[in-house]
């Protein structure tokens, strides 16, 4: 792939959600949350088009109303690659980055680097890491960790610890081997639709974790450090979060 790679950054965009309903929607300082995602995404280096993929009319006339591009998906859709796919069936690239549409703060930077790691031809899907800031977030369930090789290939992804301690070290002096896992994806075309064809794998069923499919069939997934911090927004809590960090 070259300079002329064709580039189409996805945000798949849910209406429903158990614990935040309608979030997308959500207001952040008189702004739809699915707005600062897509303007955020547009700022991105070598973006060519910035698409919400939506199942909900509701979320589908917000993006109309701040000028975005949009295209509904079927509601059966069940993943946010999916979602991706669906418009990858419409609209044709070399590159599909998949930002999660609760990612209010995503930085440019960060999609910049995972899309380079696919662009370069290392690797077929790209994503990013991040240090982990504490020992509570190593043990928190919610906050995906991830390891990688020396060649920047990552070899596992978990809402536990890894690797494992048999206690060597007391607790609190072990150093965090493993990264905090940013949720952001960058496919090759090739390797979107090779994904899209693939069952879930045993490993992805028992981590609740999509992106455990690759590994489990043998699709490298790039991954790069970057100095930032991702809130997604699951809760109200995360809400008021974000809401004091964005003006």
């Known amino acids: 792939m070259n300079n002329a790679t064709k580039v189409i950054a996805v945000i798949p ?10 979030k997308p929607l959500a207001s952040i300082n008189g702004k739809p ?35 975005g591009e949009v295209i509904v998906t079927s509601p059966s859709i069940q993943s946010g690659t999916d979602r991706v796919a669906a418009v990858a069936d419409q609209l044709r690239a070399d590159i599909y980055v998949n930002v999660q549409g609760d990612e209010p703060l995503i930085e440019p930077s960060a999609i910049e680097t995972a899309v380079d790691l696919v662009r370069s031809g290392r690797f077929p899907i790209g994503t990013v890491m991040t240090s982990l800031r504490n020992r509570s977030e ?8 991830v390891m990688a090789d020396s060649t920047g290939r990552a070899i596992y ?3 536990l610890p890894i690797p494992y301690s048999r206690g060597a070290v007391p607790e609190d002096e072990q150093p965090f081997v493993c990264k905090r896992h940013v949720g952001l994806y960058v496919y090759s075309r090739d ?6 064809s693939l069952p879930p794998s045993g490993i992805e069923k028992a981590e609740v974790l999509e992106q455990l499919r690759a590994i489990a069939n043998g699709i490298a997934i790039g991954i790069a450090e970057v100095d930032f911090t991702s809130i997604g927004v699951d809760t109200p809590e995360d809400l008021e979060k974000v809401r004091r960090l964005l003006v």
């Open 13 to 22: 965009a849910r209406y429903g959600s158990t614990r935040l309903p309608a």
């Open 33 to 67: 949350m699915i707005q600062w995602v897509y303007e955020r995404s547009r700022r991105a280096r070598g973006i060519d088009q910035t698409i919400v993929a939506t199942d909900d009319e509701r979320i589908a006339q917000a993006v109309r109303d701040f000028g």
């Open 191 to 196: 390797a979107l639709m090779k994904f899209r």
């Open 138 to 145: 190593l043990v928190d369930q919610s906050v995906v960790k």
């Open 157 to 159: 992804f978990s809402r």
